[in-house]
């Protein structure tokens, strides 16, 4: 894949095309980066066992949540938390062990450099979404041009879809829509690209597969969705 620019990794925020910060409005837990594309089944053990690190060849960087954005992979990039958010409980109940964001100017800023991700990327993380008309940013570069990349949803007339967008800045783009989902609900979102391939997974499963993902686009028309 094309390098992307050197901001570092965000979660809970994101603008891509020159567009305005796309702050996400929920609960975001279990969040993993890999440089690397990881298998279907691997995708399904994450799903079934709560999106904790894989034991073989793990993740670049993992933010369970427990307490702290802390990077618990043991690679040292540890996020910091703006804007207000706050840790709440999570999906089972434990408290201080996910984050909120309010949708307004919260976010969590990693160390992880994107230079660390352009040959292979897999972004996993367990979401419950408070959705509003508009777009937000689950895990992106935060970055306002037209060369970077962003997992998050849109919502249109009350149908929300996942989506992932990748901008190399000179007219090549991969991206497009997950499943409709239900909000105000704990999901599993997954989104696995290289050069050959592009694959979203909701709940493990998965709901969209592209060959030759990278496509030219005009780059002033915005998101490539």
């Known amino acids: 894949l094309p390098e992307l620019l050197a901001q570092n990794i965000t979660i809970g925020s994101g603008g ?14 279990d969040v993993s980066i890999y440089t690397r594309v990881i298998s279907n089944a691997e995708v399904d053990s994450l799903f079934h066992v709560g999106n904790w690190p894989l034991a073989n060849n793990g993740p670049v960087a993992y933010y369970p949540f427990t307490g702290n954005s802390a990077d618990s992979s043991g690679n040292g990039f540890d996020g ?10 999570d999906r089972f109940g434990n ?6 964001f309010d949708g307004i100017d919260d976010k969590i800023q990693l160390s992880l450099p994107t230079s660390a991700l352009h040959e292979e990327i897999t972004f996993s993380a367990w979401v419950y979404y408070d959705a509003h008309d508009g777009d937000c940013a689950i895990i992106s570069n935060d970055v306002s041009s037209d060369r970077g990349m962003m997992l998050g949803f849109w919502t249109r007339f009350g ?13 090549q783009a ?11 609900k704990w999901h599993l979102a997954t989104s696995t690209i290289d050069v050959d391939s592009e694959k979203f997974y909701w709940d493990g499963v998965v709901t969209e597969s592209r060959v030759n993902p990278l496509q030219a686009v005009n780059s002033s028309s915005g998101p490539f969705y």
């Open 16 to 29: 891509l095309g020159g567009e305005a910060q796309r702050y996400f409005n929920g609960t975001i837990d």
């Open 159 to 171: 149908i929300t879809k996942v989506y992932f967008e990748y901008f190399d800045g000179v007219g």
């Open 95 to 100: 408290p201080n062990s996910a984050y909120e």
């Open 80 to 89: 910091t938390a703006l804007g207000g958010a706050t840790l709440v409980s």
């Open 174 to 184: 991969a991206g497009g829509n997950g499943p409709q989902i239900d909000t105000r």
